[in-house]
């Protein structure tokens, strides 16, 4: 089973929805939790960091549930240019001090006019 | 500042031959990473190097080997190209020490074909 795990998508939504993504890891020990957004054949970018108190930014929304094992990313009023595919990442519990990060293999967005 | 970059961006190579794939930053990071993405598959860690002159085996070592002679480079090299390891090559570099962020700085990325 792999450490993060993501619903692949597509998702395709009109411009203005709200969607939403979910994210399950299998590591309880896991520590920190972050949404990275990878646009077609580019590099990943950070999007945002995961607080188990929640972590809003704009129309973006990230959540973090510890006793389920789950991350969350909502995009409310979603525009074209949200069009991209999310990777969840997280940190294993043991870090070896080398900031390790795990990927999930991400969900495509397709924000449609 | 040009952040993370990588050459080349992109290479064909017929199975045995070999490559260096270059990644450099300017950012100061202690810390450097080379990732595969391959589709379904997400970023797996090839190795890493928390400082100069230091290297370290990630999840997919075997057939790759790297050098970080320098602390702003870190040198990802295939000794003998195989099919397999046709993919997109990632380099990332991050800030060390306690304060600093677990995020990671991306270059463009080199698209490698091995047939």
């Known amino acids: 089973r792999k450490e993060v795990e993501q619903d692949p998508g597509p998702f395709n939504v009109p411009e203005g929805a709200t969607v939403a993504f979910n994210c399950t890891y299998s590591n309880s020990a896991s520590q920190s939790f972050f949404w990275y957004r990878q646009d077609c054949r580019k590099e990943p970018k950070l999007l945002m960091s995961?607080?188990?108190s929640g972590n809003e930014d704009g129309r973006f929304t990230a959540q973090l549930n510890r006793a389920s094992q789950y991350i969350s990313l909502l995009i409310r009023d979603s525009k074209l240019s949200d069009s991209a595919t999310y990777l969840c990442v997280g940190i294993p519990g043991r870090d070896t001090g080398r900031r390790a990060l795990t990927f999930g293999s991400g969900t495509r967005l397709q924000v449609q006019p | 500042n040009a952040g993370v970059t990588q050459t080349p961006k992109f290479r064909v190579l017929k199975t045995g031959q070999s490559m260096t794939l270059l990644c450099a930053q300017d950012m100061n990071h202690e810390y450097m990473y080379w990732y595969r993405q391959d589709p379904g598959m997400g970023l797996r860690l090839i190795h890493y190097?928390?400082?100069?002159?230091?290297?370290a085996k990630g999840e997919v070592p075997d057939g790759y080997n790297v050098s970080r002679l320098k602390k702003q480079n870190f040198l990802l090299g295939l000794e003998s190209a195989a099919p397999s390891q046709t993919s997109v090559y990632f380099c990332a570099s991050s800030p060390r020490g306690q304060g600093a962020s677990y995020e990671q700085y991306f270059g463009p990325g080199t698209r490698l074909t091995v047939t």
């Open positions: 995961v607080y188990s």
């Open positions: 190097s928390v400082g100069e002159g230091t290297t």
